[in-house]
């Protein structure tokens, strides 16, 4: 093979290299539409977003079910207002459930976040106390299994409601844990 192929050869391969890496710019990206690996639901009504919602994973691990039927359902998620004026959380409902509650402050100040839920564990729960809401479900009427989601309705003084599939969170401490 001649000098001169080995150069047409060459000269060929860089233009296909420069015309592949020069394929994309300007264009969308196939990672800008993808939704992160947070276990969570996330949403917005109005200026709330709602991020990571779960189901806390109560329980050892030991039974396919996280809450038995009848049992009260702890919510976790993060509430993030990004407007000027605050609006409250000021309830929680599901057709899983034959009621719900918000317990303390449920207002989101302007552009503020609250952290809704204490964890997992009794522990997170002590040290988590005075800087959060609760939100549960009571009078559960299924089991709720790792691995499904369930509907919820939060509703907001001002923005309304927020109609979520919630799943059940990962666990923490030893069951988090591969042996």
Known sequence: ???????????????????????????????????SAV????????TIEVRNA??????QGTTDAVYRTGQTAQLNMTLVNVAAAADQLV???SPVSAGGAVQGDGTIGGYRAVKVG???????????SDRTISVTLTGL???IKPGLTYPVVLTFKNAGPLSASLPVGYP?????ERK
């Open 54 to 59: 779960s189901f806390a994973f109560a329980g």
């Open 172 to 176: 923490t401490g030893d069951l988090a």
């Open 141 to 143: 009427n299924q089991d």
């Open 1 to 35: 093979m001649s000098l001169a192929r080995y150069g047409a050869l060459g000269a060929a391969a860089l233009g296909l290299c420069i015309a592949l890496t020069g394929c994309s710019a300007g264009q969308v990206t196939q990672t800008a539409n993808q939704a």
């Open 118 to 128: 204490n964890g997992d564990t009794e522990s997170d729960s002590a040290a988590q």
């Open 91 to 93: 309830s929680v409902s």
């Open 39 to 46: 276990n969570g639901y996330t949403g917005r009504a109005g």
